[in-house]
C-alpha cells in the first residue's frame, strides 16, 4: 500500500467496498493502473454478488463517448505538458493567502472587531475552497503530506471521514441518483430536491426556508451528518461508514473537538458578551453555509440533472455530462468564489485533475457531447443557473402524489 502513487488515503477509503468507479475516474489518463492490477485479478464466478451500475468495457459501442473523451483529454495534457496538480505559483498562492487569514483571524477576528465577522469568515473561505476540495480530490499535489495537511487543517468545515464518504465515495460516483447519492438526502425529512422522497405536508412551504437551510448546511453537515454516520456505520442511512478502531476514533473525537474549540470555545472565552460571543459563532457557520450552497447547489440541482439521475444512463462518463451543470464559465469572480466548480461537467469527468486545467478541457467536452448527442447543460450567468435550481425547489414543494392520484382519477 506504501507503494501507491496516490498515497495510502484512497485506498484506506475503498477498503471494505466496491471501488471500480473511483478507481476508473481518478486512472482515466493512464492504462498502466489498469495492467498492474491485471495480474490481481479476480475470477469472475468470485464476484456473484457483484452488480455494477456502469459498463467499464471501453470497447463496448455504448462507452464510444467515454473512450473518445480519455483519448482526447489524454493527448490535450500531453502535447501542453500540463502538470495535473495545482500549479506550484498558485499553490504558493494559497499558502500566502491562508497565512494572511491566520493573521486576521488573530489580529482582528478574534480582537472582536465587527467589520471582521463577515470578512475574515469569507477569507477563510476562499483559502478552503481552493484547497481543501482539490486535496480531497488528490489533486492538490502529488505530495502526500501537503494533501492531507490541507484535507485535516479545516476541521470546521467537515471531518474528512464525513466528507469523504458524502462526496468523494457517495456523490461523485452516484451522482444524483436516488437511494445511491448522500446529497439528494440533505435537509430529509424537512425538505426535498427529488419527488421520490415522501412529500410531507410543511415541504408546501421549503421556498420560504430554504435560506435557512443554506445558513445552517456547514454546521449540519459538521455535526448532525458526522453524529448518526459514527454512531449507526451508514451516511445518510444509505452508505455504509467507515468503522474506526480505538486510535482512529480517538482522532476522530479530537478533530470534532478542535473544530468546535475554534468556532465556538474561543469566542466565549475572549467576549465577556455572550451575544457578541453568540455572533461570532453563529456568523462564521452561516457565511460558509452560505457560500458552499451559492456555489453547489446549482451545480446538480436542475430539473434536467436531477430527472437524468432518475435514469443512469450505462456509460458513466454520459451520466456524469447529464447530471451535472457548468455556468459562468469565464468569470473570474465565480471562479475565485468556487475555485473552479463552476466547471463541474468537466470536474466530474476528472476530478483527479486540478481545477485551474478545467477550462482547457472543457472544449473537448463540448464538442463530443455535440458529436454524440449527449445534453450539455450549461448557464452563462448565476442568475440563470439559480433560478434553475430554485424551480427544482419549488417543484419539490408541490405533492406530486396528489396530483398523480388526480390523473388516474380522470384517466
Same mark, same amino acid.
Given at each position: 500500500?506504501?507503494?501507491?502513487?496516490?498515497?495510502?488515503?484512497?485506498?484506506?477509503?475503498?477498503?471494505?467496498?466496491?471501488?471500480?468507479?473511483?478507481?476508473?475516474?481518478?486512472?482515466?489518463?493512464?492504462?498502466?493502473?489498469?495492467?498492474?492490477?491485471?495480474?490481481?485479478?479476480?475470477?469472475?464466478?468470485?464476484?456473484?454478488?457483484?452488480?455494477?451500475?456502469?459498463?467499464?468495457?471501453?470497447?463496448?459501442?455504448?462507452?464510444?463517448?467515454?473512450?473518445?473523451?480519455?483519448?482526447?483529454?489524454?493527448?490535450?495534457?500531453?502535447?501542453?505538458?500540463?502538470?495535473?496538480?495545482?500549479?506550484?505559483?498558485?499553490?504558493?498562492?494559497?499558502?500566502?493567502?491562508?497565512?494572511?487569514?491566520?493573521?486576521? $483571524?488573530?489580529?482582528? /477576528?478574534?480582537?472582536?472587531?465587527?467589520?471582521? %465577522? =463577515?470578512? +475574515?469568515?469569507?477569507? @477563510?473561505? *476562499? #483559502?478552503?475552497?481552493?484547497?481543501?476540495?482539490?486535496?480531497?480530490?488528490?489533486?492538490?499535489?502529488?505530495?502526500?503530506?501537503?494533501?492531507?495537511?490541507?484535507?485535516?487543517?479545516?476541521?470546521?468545515?467537515?471531518?474528512?471521514?464525513?466528507?469523504?464518504?458524502?462526496?468523494?465515495?457517495?456523490?461523485?460516483?452516484?451522482?444524483?441518483?436516488?437511494?445511491?447519492?448522500?446529497?439528494?438526502?440533505?435537509?430529509?425529512?424537512?425538505?426535498?430536491?427529488? $419527488?421520490?422522497?415522501? /412529500?410531507?405536508?410543511?415541504?408546501?412551504?421549503? %421556498? =420560504?426556508? +430554504?435560506?435557512?437551510? @443554506?445558513? *445552517? #448546511?456547514?454546521?449540519?453537515?459538521?455535526?448532525?451528518?458526522?453524529?448518526?454516520?459514527?454512531?449507526?456505520?451508514?451516511?445518510?442511512?444509505?452508505?455504509?461508514?467507515?468503522?474506526?478502531?480505538?486510535?482512529?476514533?480517538?482522532?476522530?473525537?479530537?478533530?470534532?473537538?478542535?473544530?468546535?474549540?475554534?468556532?465556538?470555545?474561543?469566542?466565549?472565552?475572549?467576549?465577556?458578551?455572550?451575544?457578541?460571543?453568540?455572533?461570532?459563532?453563529?456568523?462564521?457557520?452561516?457565511?460558509?453555509?452560505?457560500?458552499?450552497?451559492?456555489?453547489?447547489?446549482?451545480?446538480?440541482?436542475?430539473?434536467?440533472?436531477?430527472?437524468?439521475?432518475?435514469?443512469?444512463?450505462?456509460?458513466?462518463?454520459?451520466?456524469?455530462?447529464?447530471?451535472?451543470?457548468?455556468?459562468?464559465?469565464?468569470?473570474?469572480?465565480?471562479?475565485?468564489?468556487?475555485?473552479?466548480?463552476?466547471?463541474?461537467?468537466?470536474?466530474?469527468?476528472?476530478?483527479?485533475?486540478?481545477?485551474?486545467?478545467?477550462?482547457?478541457?472543457?472544449?473537448?467536452?463540448?464538442?463530443?457531447?455535440?458529436?454524440?448527442?449527449?445534453?450539455?447543460?450549461?448557464?452563462?450567468?448565476?442568475?440563470?443557473?439559480?433560478?434553475?435550481?430554485?424551480?427544482?425547489?419549488?417543484?419539490?414543494?408541490?405533492?406530486?402524489?396528489?396530483?398523480?392520484?388526480?390523473?388516474?382519477?380522470?384517466?
Amino acid at each position: 500500500m506504501a507503494r501507491h502513487p496516490g498515497g495510502i488515503r484512497p485506498l484506506m477509503m475503498s477498503r471494505g467496498r466496491d471501488s471500480t468507479e473511483l478507481f476508473e475516474s481518478y486512472h482515466s489518463l493512464s492504462d498502466s493502473p489498469r495492467n498492474i492490477l491485471k495480474k490481481f485479478a479476480v475470477p469472475s464466478k468470485n464476484l456473484k454478488n457483484y452488480v455494477s451500475m456502469f459498463n467499464w468495457d471501453m470497447d463496448a459501442p455504448e462507452n464510444a463517448f467515454q473512450k473518445e473523451l480519455r483519448q482526447l483529454v489524454r493527448e490535450h495534457v500531453s502535447k501542453n505538458k500540463i502538470d495535473t496538480m495545482c500549479p506550484t505559483h498558485l499553490l504558493v498562492a494559497n499558502l500566502v493567502w491562508t497565512a494572511l487569514t491566520i493573521y486576521c $483571524t488573530y489580529k482582528y /477576528y478574534w480582537a472582536g472587531e465587527w467589520w471582521s %465577522m =463577515l470578512v +475574515v469568515p469569507t477569507m @477563510w473561505w *476562499i #483559502s478552503f475552497v481552493h484547497t481543501f476540495h482539490d486535496a480531497s480530490h488528490f489533486a492538490l499535489s502529488k505530495n502526500e503530506f501537503i494533501t492531507a495537511l490541507f484535507v485535516y487543517i479545516y476541521p470546521f468545515f467537515s471531518s474528512p471521514t464525513t466528507w469523504e464518504h458524502q462526496h468523494v465515495i457517495g456523490h461523485h460516483v452516484y451522482t444524483n441518483i436516488f437511494k445511491k447519492d448522500p446529497d439528494l438526502n440533505h435537509g430529509i425529512p424537512y425538505f426535498r430536491l427529488h $419527488t421520490r422522497f415522501r /412529500y410531507r405536508v410543511w415541504m408546501q412551504f421549503q %421556498m =420560504l426556508w +430554504v435560506w435557512v437551510i @443554506w445558513f *445552517i #448546511s456547514t454546521f449540519w453537515l459538521s455535526t448532525v451528518y458526522d453524529w448518526t454516520g459514527v454512531t449507526t456505520g451508514v451516511y445518510h442511512g444509505i452508505l455504509p461508514y467507515k468503522k474506526f478502531g480505538n486510535i482512529g476514533m480517538g482522532l476522530h473525537l479530537f478533530g470534532r473537538a478542535v473544530s468546535f474549540f475554534f468556532t465556538f470555545g474561543i469566542p466565549f472565552t475572549l467576549f465577556d458578551s455572550f451575544g457578541k460571543a453568540l455572533m461570532w459563532t453563529v456568523s462564521f457557520y452561516s457565511v460558509w453555509g452560505f457560500f458552499f450552497m451559492l456555489i453547489t447547489q446549482v451545480n446538480h440541482i436542475t430539473e434536467d440533472c436531477v430527472e437524468a439521475g432518475a435514469e443512469p444512463n450505462e456509460c458513466w462518463a454520459i451520466h456524469q455530462v447529464q447530471t451535472s451543470h457548468d455556468y459562468a464559465h469565464h468569470s473570474n469572480f465565480w471562479w475565485l468564489l468556487s475555485a473552479g466548480l463552476n466547471l463541474q461537467i468537466e470536474h466530474h469527468l476528472f476530478p483527479g485533475i486540478n481545477n485551474n486545467h478545467l477550462i482547457g478541457i472543457s472544449p473537448i467536452v463540448q464538442s463530443l457531447c455535440k458529436k454524440y448527442g449527449v445534453k450539455y447543460n450549461y448557464s452563462p450567468t448565476y442568475l440563470e443557473a439559480i433560478t434553475k435550481y430554485l424551480r427544482v425547489v419549488q417543484i419539490g414543494a408541490t405533492d406530486n402524489s396528489k396530483k398523480a392520484n388526480d390523473s388516474k382519477k380522470t384517466a
